[in-house]
């Protein structure tokens, strides 16, 4: 079992949660606005309000996962925190282990349901209703929701040794089997690189395909909403290849992105604080400024006043002496 192994800070952590609770409920409810949205729209294809929906509430699942752990540091924040005995701190943690490696896991599998059907969609257009029936494409959603399950019931029962537990000091995760977590989040990685370039190579091609149609039957088509929706239709898959290049290329990237928050917010917040608490101090060091003597200006006069009343008269710009000065 796993303790507190550092102090309780709460002013590292307290800029963090109230930012990252603020940007999650906004999140779920720009998903929620976009699920009615989709569901409310008569001239979407029922097939597309579906995935829709699905790939929303898979995301909206990462935003609860996020909404969790600011849960434990809320408590972290108000009580003492401590996995010394069980807890529903505990089974929280593993709850949400498990969670994130689920949903990582459908959403790649999600996101190569949409890729495909993009591509039968250009390929394979008279047999593309029959393809993708609204039968078929709930069967493959559930088929990749129970091949990607299996991470909830290891975490949250303990199978293999697969415990994680939260630690609001680092903001992380604590692992007291790491060979079962490296094994798994391994997994994790190799499927999910190995998705991505094949999105990313099925997204090019798609790219290609349409602009190629587009450029050839240029001529022949007369309506031009026909060939605007065209070139959306090869903006969207660029767009999409883009997204899924930059969500593995930048993963590291986004898994560090909540020290850089936290490193930001503390430094701006710590300046505001001391130039607010300190603004006398300023204050009265301008006033120090402003009535100190102009020391290189007393040199120079008192260099003047030494000389001899033959070179006196050459430095035009300089006052004649008019008092004894010190040579102390």
């Known amino acids: 079992m796993m303790g507190d192994s550092s102090p309780r800070n709460p002013a590292k952590v307290l800029p963090y949660f ?3 609770t603020m940007s999650d409920i906004v999140g779920l409810l720009l998903c929620g606005v976009t699920i009615y949205g989709v569901l409310s729209s008569k001239k979407i294809f029922p097939i597309f309000t579906f995935i829709a929906t699905v790939f ?5 699942l990462l935003l609860l996962q996020d909404l969790g752990l600011n849960i434990l540091l809320l408590d972290y924040l108000l009580n003492d925190f401590s996995f010394k005995i069980p807890s529903w701190q505990q089974n929280l943690s593993l709850f949400l282990a498990g969670l994130i490696r689920f949903v990582r896991f459908f959403l790649t599998m999600l996101q190569m349901l949409m890729t495909v059907n993009r591509l039968c969609a250009v390929l394979l257009v008279t047999r593309y209703q029959r393809i993708f ?12 929701l129970l091949l990607s399950a299996p991470p909830l019931p290891i975490f949250i029962f303990r199978l293999g040794g697969c415990t994680a537990y939260f630690v609001p000091e680092v903001l992380g995760y604590r692992y007291a089997s790491s060979k079962c977590v490296s094994t798994i989040d391994f997994i994790l990685a190799i499927f999910r690189l190995t998705m991505f370039s094949i999105i990313i190579t099925i997204d090019c091609a798609v790219c290609y395909i349409q602009y190629r149609r587009r450029n050839k039957n240029r001529n022949a088509q007369g309506k031009q909403g026909s060939q605007s929706a ?36 503390n430094r701006q917040i710590r300046k505001e604080v001391l130039d607010l608490l300190c603004f006398w101090k ?3 060091t301008m006033r120090l400024v402003t009535s100190m003597p102009n020391v290189a200006h007393m040199r120079v006069m008192k260099h ?4 001899p009343s033959s070179r006196r008269k050459t430095y035009a710009n300089i006052q004649p002496c008019r008092c004894k000065v010190d040579n102390t």
Do not use: P, Y
Request: proline share 0%.
């Open 56 to 60: 929303c509430s898979a995301t909206s």
């Open 230 to 265: 065209e070139l959306q239709f090869v903006l969207m898959t660029v767009i999409l290849a883009a997204l899924s290049g930059l969500s593995t290329v930048l993963r590291k990237l986004v898994d560090h992105m909540d020290w850089i928050t936290v490193g930001f917010i």
């Open 133 to 144: 029936t609204f039968r078929n494409t709930i069967t493959a959603v559930v088929v990749f």
């Open 282 to 284: 300023r204050k009265q």
């Open 304 to 307: 003047h006043c030494l000389m």
């Open 18 to 20: 109230i930012c990252d």
